[in-house]
């Protein structure tokens, strides 16, 4: 962080001039490629097919932060308050790349209390846990962390503090409707299908194995470990950060959903400009292990790229942080191990148009092999995230200690009309992906 660092920074008044922009070489020496790689990513943000409204990145190489950037701005005015640049200390509410923190946490648990992810869930739920299509097929913890339990979002996936999870998903019970939460035709380990819901009672378990109540959870068993300002729960972030947190946007409308690119920015989520966030509503209500959904163990952590790094670096290095255990190498493999690969066909699960092609505990994975890459020559695990505008990478390589964090805070336009070239993502992510690897990582 010494030496070598510059901070590039444009005034950015909407439609007019380049968004904000600020990027941060590291460590020592110049390095090659480093302007190109500015000049290529303030490129990308500011190109009319598809504005972003900000960009946060960070590469990794070899173990050590080659390069981390910011560009654009964590909060648009539009005219009628001051813009505000994104920065390193920057929160994201950073999507699905959640699930892996969160299955982080329950390895640790799996650890500590001796959690057997191959056994009937409904003996840590407290409730019987059953499709009742296959009622007689026990639905586990590696079920859920692979998207193949035959659950389905369908009905939906979050819910009110003072819900009983039980409730929802239990035939005849009050919430139960039409049960169109649970797959009629394929069981527990037979097809995958992308699944929020399975993330809520993953949530809901660890409460009930711990008795403590999710948010404050995580923070005991990886965030305040690893020293990071970051959580599931915006409202108990401290001033500093939650004034650096991000809101994301689109220029899309919020209820009707219309998109124009030439119209403003309109305010997703994360929008604390006129006053701070709540806490989730009624949780007043809230029972410990009923219901963890209203902090989101699927989509809801808010965390800087910077210490997304950390996370990595923590995994590139066998489970060690700062000379502590987090995690045992077993437990690493394990979790990272191939779980799912798509057949090809469709038969054994639903790839999403080709996002999802091979996966393990809690993560997906990205081998260099053509559609299923992020990068030519990057054979990688990891997560994407997609939500309220957010699009998110998270993706490293063990073996070869390189790695890639993108956060982008909404676009212009709707991503999935921007079709990549090589793979299922949006072609700016495309292009920033290559960006990074080519300049920070390859080099």
């Not at 409202?235 to 119209?263: C, F, Q, S, V």
Request: proline share 6%; aromatic share 8%; glycine share 12%.
């Amino acid at each position: 962080m010494n030496g070598h660092r510059r901070t590039v920074l444009g005034l950015a008044l909407l439609g007019a001039i380049e968004p904000l922009l600020a990027a941060v070489p590291m460590s020592g020496a110049p390095q090659r490629g480093t302007e190109a790689l500015e000049r290529e990513l303030a490129a990308i943000v500011a190109d009319p097919a598809c504005e972003l409204a900000s960009l946060s990145v960070l590469a990794i190489r070899d173990g050590q932060i080659a390069y981390e950037g910011q560009f654009g701005r964590r909060r648009i005015g539009n005219g009628i308050t001051p813009d505000l640049p994104a920065n390193r200390d920057t929160l994201y509410r950073i999507a699905s790349i959640s699930k892996l923190m969160t299955t982080l946490g329950l390895m640790r648990l799996v650890e500590d209390k001796g959690i057997n992810l191959d056994a009937d869930v409904s003996h840590y739920l407290g409730f019987s846990l059953r499709n009742p299509h296959f009622p007689e097929r026990a639905i586990t913890l590696r079920h859920l962390l692979t998207h193949t339990s035959s659950l389905r979002d369908e009905a939906g996936y979050s819910f009110p503090a003072g819900t009983a999870l039980r409730d929802f998903v239990t035939p005849g019970a009050a919430l139960y409707g039409q049960g169109a939460m649970w797959a009629s035709k394929a069981g527990p380990g037979e097809y995958f299908t992308y699944c929020n819901l399975g993330w809520g009672l993953i949530g809901t378990l660890m409460e009930r194995v711990t008795g403590e109540r999710f948010d404050g959870l995580m923070q005991r068993l990886l965030l305040q470990p690893l020293g990071l300002t970051a959580g599931y729960n915006p409202a108990a972030l401290p001033p500093t950060a939650l004034a650096n947190l991000a809101t994301l946007y689109r220029k899309r409308t919020t209820d009707t959903e219309i998109w124009d690119p030439n119209g403003p920015w309109i305010a997703q989520t994360d929008d604390y400009v006129i006053r701070p966030p709540a806490p989730p509503p009624g949780i007043e209500r809230y029972v410990i292990g009923e219901n963890a959904t209203p902090f989101s163990p699927t989509g809801g952590l808010r965390i800087a790229a910077r210490d997304m790094g950390v996370v990595m670096r923590m995994l590139m290095d066998g489970g060690v942080h700062e000379a502590t255990r987090i995690l045992q190498p077993a437990t690493l493999k394990n979790m990272f191990a191939r779980q799912w690969t798509a057949d090809g066909t469709g038969k054994n699960g639903d790839t999403l148009n080709g996002f999802f092609n091979c996966w393990g505990l809690g993560n997906a994975q990205f081998p260099d092999q053509p559609a299923r890459r992020l990068v030519e020559g990057f054979d990688a695990v990891g997560h994407l995230g997609d939500a309220y505008g957010l699009r998110s990478v998270f993706a490293f390589d063990a073996a070869r200690r390189n790695g890639v964090i993108v956060l982008v805070g909404g676009t212009s336009s709707d991503p999935g009309l921007q079709k990549g070239t090589y793979s299922a993502l949006a072609r700016f992510e495309e292009r920033i992906l290559t960006s990074l690897y080519r300049h920070a990582i390859a080099g």
